[in-house]
């Protein structure tokens, strides 16, 4: 007999069955909301290739130097910063579906810039388009797969949002392989284009539909995701009665079952960007051009190819799995990783105590020759080891648990609470990369905060509804 918590999912006598040939629908609209993070990893990736040209352009108008290249990295970082305000408001105004659609428009008039581009300010405006934009997306797509999702396979198919970001990276690594910086900023404006039409067809997800009085809808919306004969009613019954009728004020923060999840979240994208990922991700072809690697741009494809590698298979185990030991894993292989990598500063900058006052990227003229050459592959193998180990816990987890542990009513405030954490702290790490020395020198400690972080206060949400998840926060 089924279980009341599996009761909606099994109401079909050829259950097996009938949900691998429904779930198709489910999956097909977490496909049209995907197609936003690969979005935004078209927009994360653009610079490492494009960065590159930019320095050597001959138009002087348009040529980077190092500051103005730091700039243009990272700006799509504050950008983001900006979307995830932007977007807790919209999440919670307009809807899950409609705000997804709507944050296709930044992205598009972010390209258009760029591609017309007549002055680096230009490049800048276009950079922090894109960025919103990608705030926006990294804010509500989590929420709209979280909700739409069954708790079977809610934890792979919320994996699937870091898959596609970093899908993306890799999308614009190996198209910059072939394009010049302006082409590829025509490419990178498909994926955005693509997803708004998609949209159109998905539904909005039923707990927001709910929230909103709308019952009917929300049956209609049930029923394209989980079939024409499961139990609906059921379904909406256990939404709306974990749903509280009243809004949130100010004071409510004070209410352990609101604060406590928030904190969570908000140290979890503390956490995750102070690794340092963004600034490995965003200057990868240049990190490998600077240590004189005979082929930057496919170092950089190989280290986004592990990262695509290793998420897909967090994607595939977490529901077995569990976040927690994800995160322990993750941890760990970070660990080891980033000490090779200090081994690699060690030994190529000898002088290695007054670098950080130096810029990174320009700091190798200044080693012994032929040194950096022979130790090449250890920049490759450390940061393909970090990618690897960040790929499968600390990149996907967050993101998931941030779409899960928020109760109905606070999902927007606190979901763009985090988002903004996360992209200050990516702009912070990313614009101050010539100081990433001192990032490796400290990893150990940042390392032990990770795994004693999720020890101890990471709830495991394996096989849990959002609304046993809800009420575990308010019942402890």
């Known amino acids: 007999m089924a279980t009341e918590e599996s009761r909606c999912l099994l109401a079909h006598p050829a259950t097996d069955a009938y949900l691998r040939v429904q779930n198709k629908k489910l999956y097909l609209a977490t ?49 983001a910063a900006a979307g995830g305000i932007l977007g807790g408001y919209l999440v919670d105004k307009i809807g899950r579906k409609l705000s997804l659609m709507l944050c296709s428009i930044p992205y598009v008039c972010g390209y258009i ?51 596609m970001v970093v899908t993306g990276i ?53 029923r394209f995701l989980r079939g024409p004969f499961v139990d609906h009613e059921w379904e909406c019954r256990q939404i709306e009665a974990n749903a509280e009728e009243e809004g949130l004020s100010l004071f409510e923060f004070k209410n352990p079952s609101i604060y406590r999840p928030l904190l969570i979240g908000v140290i979890l994208m503390f956490l995750q960007q102070v690794t340092g990922i963004n600034a490995v991700m ?20 190989v280290v986004g190819s592990i990262q695509v590698c290793f998420t897909a298979v967090a994607a595939l185990i977490i529901d077995k799995t569990g976040r927690k030991v994800l995160l322990y894993v993750s941890g760990i292989i970070m660990a080891l990783s980033t000490a090779l990598f200090g081994f690699y500063f060690k030994m190529v900058l000898p002088n290695g105590n007054n670098s950080s006052n130096a810029d990174l990227l320009f700091t190798f003229n200044s080693v012994s020759p032929g040194t950096e050459t022979r130790l090449s592959w250890l920049a490759v193998v450390s940061l393909g080891l970090f990618v690897a ?16 542990i928020f109760p109905l009513k606070a999902r927007g ?64």
Not at 285 to 300: G, W
């Open 31 to 79: 496909f049209a909301a995907v197609l936003g993070p690969l979005s935004f990893g078209f927009a994360l990736g653009y610079s490492s290739p494009a960065i590159p040209e930019l320095r050597k352009i001959g138009n002087p108008k348009l040529q980077l130097d190092s500051n103005q290249a730091s700039w243009f990295g990272s700006l799509v970082t504050l950008g």
């Open 113 to 163: 810039v760029i591609i017309s581009a007549q002055n680096i300010w230009m490049l800048y405006f276009g950079r922090i388009l894109t960025g919103l934009a990608s705030g926006i997306t990294s804010l509500v797509v989590p929420v709209y797969i979280s909700e739409i999702s069954h708790t079977n396979v809610r934890g792979m198919l919320g994996s699937f949002v870091q898959l």
């Open 170 to 222: 890799l999308g614009a690594y190996v198209a910059g392989m072939i394009l010049k910086w302006h082409w590829l900023a025509v490419l990178c404006s498909f994926p955005p284009c693509i997803m708004l039409l998609f949209m159109l067809f998905m539904p909005e997800t039923p707990r927001f539909l709910l929230d909103q009085k709308k019952r009917a809808e929300a049956i209609a919306a049930l």
């Open 282 to 301: 965003f200057y990868a072809e240049t990190i490998f051009e600077d240590a004189n690697f005979q082929s930057s741009r496919m170092a950089s494809v």
């Open 389 to 404: 180990g960040f790929a499968l816990g600390w990149g996907p987890v967050p993101w998931l648990v941030m779409s899960e």
């Open 413 to 476: 405030i606190s979901s763009g609470a985090c988002v903004l954490t996360n992209w200050v702290m990516a702009f912070l790490v990313t614009k101050e990369f010539h100081d990433f020395i001192v990032i490796v020198t400290y990893t150990f400690l940042v390392i032990f905060s990770l795994v004693t972080f999720a020890a101890f206060y990471v709830p495991e949400t394996k096989g849990r509804t959002l609304e046993q998840i809800e009420a575990y926060f308010r019942k402890s």
